[in-house]
C-alpha cells in the first residue's frame, strides 16, 4: 500500500497508475446534508484513512471542488471515489441496489439508537451522518438498518459529525478482516 505525504497527495492528485493499485474496504459513508466544508474535507480525509469504498454526497451538502473542502482533505478527494444525490433515500437506495448484505447505520441521537460500541459491527456497511444542526430526517432514520449513537456526560449534547464519524468508524475496523 502507497503512503503519501501531504505535498504528495496535494501535487499527484489520484494519478491513475497509483490509484488502480489501491484496495478499499466495502465501507461506504452517506453524507447526508452537511453544511460545514470543512467537515466535509475532513471526512474524505477519514475515508482515505480506512480505504473507505465511496463517499456518497446527498443534498445541500457541497461537492468537490471546492476551496476548503480540498483544503481539508488535503487533496483525498482526488483519492476517494465519490458520488453525489439529490436526496439521501436515494443515495440508500442506490446502496441496497448495488451492495449486496449491506447494512446501513446512522449515527444519530435517536430513542432508537443503541450505544455505538454495543453494535456488532460486519462489512458490507454504510455509514450516515447527517446535517449538524438538525440531524438525519425522520425518514432516512426509517430506512437504516441501526441507529447508533456516542454517550454524552457533559452538557453539550452533541459532538462534530466529523469526530462521531471518526469515533465509530475505528469501532468498525476494530476486529474486522479488513483489504
Not at 29 to 54: M, P, S
Request: aromatic content about 8%.
Amino acid at each position: 500500500m502507497i503512503k503519501l505525504k501531504p505535498a504528495q497527495l496535494r501535487t499527484m492528485a489520484g494519478n491513475p497508475e497509483l490509484r488502480k493499485d489501491l484496495s478499499k474496504n466495502s465501507i461506504y459513508i452517506i453524507i447526508d446534508n452537511v453544511l460545514d466544508t470543512y467537515n466535509i474535507g475532513a471526512i474524505f480525509r477519514l475515508a482515505d484513512a480506512v480505504a473507505c469504498k465511496k463517499v456518497l454526497l446527498t443534498g445541500v451538502t457541497e461537492r468537490p471542488p471546492h476551496t476548503r473542502i480540498k483544503k481539508a482533505s488535503i487533496n483525498t478527494t482526488e483519492w476517494v471515489d465519490w458520488i453525489y444525490f439529490e436526496k439521501t433515500l436515494d443515495a440508500i437506495a442506490w446502496l441496497r441496489k448495488n451492495v449486496q448484505g449491506i447494512k446501513i447505520i446512522a449515527i444519530e441521537q435517536d430513542p432508537r439508537s443503541v450505544p455505538y460500541s454495543a453494535f456488532d459491527y460486519h462489512l458490507p456497511i454504510a455509514l450516515i451522518v447527517s446535517n449538524e444542526t438538525t440531524g438525519a430526517t425522520k425518514e432516512v432514520l426509517a430506512t437504516a438498518d441501526v441507529i447508533v449513537e456516542l454517550p454524552m456526560y457533559g452538557v453539550n449534547m452533541s459532538l462534530n459529525v466529523m469526530v462521531s464519524l471518526g469515533i465509530v468508524i475505528y469501532k468498525v475496523i476494530e476486529k474486522l478482516p479488513l483489504l
